[in-house]
């Protein structure tokens, strides 16, 4: 995919820091097993779905893989910029080969 950075409308703090963007691209070097890692990880939080990859935690779990960030940062984020999240997430995970 071409452009996998989410740019943020303000700056974002978190934990002392300030971001003004994420950049996701990695997220086409995951593997299999990341995915079941991710599963593991949304199932023991006590969220459920039909399909995990349609959901908003499930994004943030997979976000944070891809950018070596905490889950908590994603999960913080201001309601627009986790929509952006989610449906760059859920987009490539949906995307027909």
């Not at 994420?22 to 995915?35: A, Q």
């Not at 994004?59 to 994603?74: D, G, N, Y």
């Amino acid at each position: 995919m071409s452009n996998m950075k989410i740019t943020f409308k303000k700056p974002y703090n978190f934990e002392g820091s300030e971001y003004k963007e994420v950049d996701l691209s990695n997220i086409e070097n995951l593997t299999t097993r990341d995915l079941i890692e991710a599963d593991k990880i949304f199932n023991s939080s006590g969220q459920i779905a039909l399909m995990n990859e349609m959901t908003t935690g499930y994004s943030c779990i997979i976000a944070s893989k891809v950018a070596k960030l905490p889950v908590e940062f994603f999960e913080s984020l201001p309601i627009r910029e986790g929509l952006k999240v989610k449906n760059l997430v859920m987009g490539f995970l949906n995307t027909e080969v």
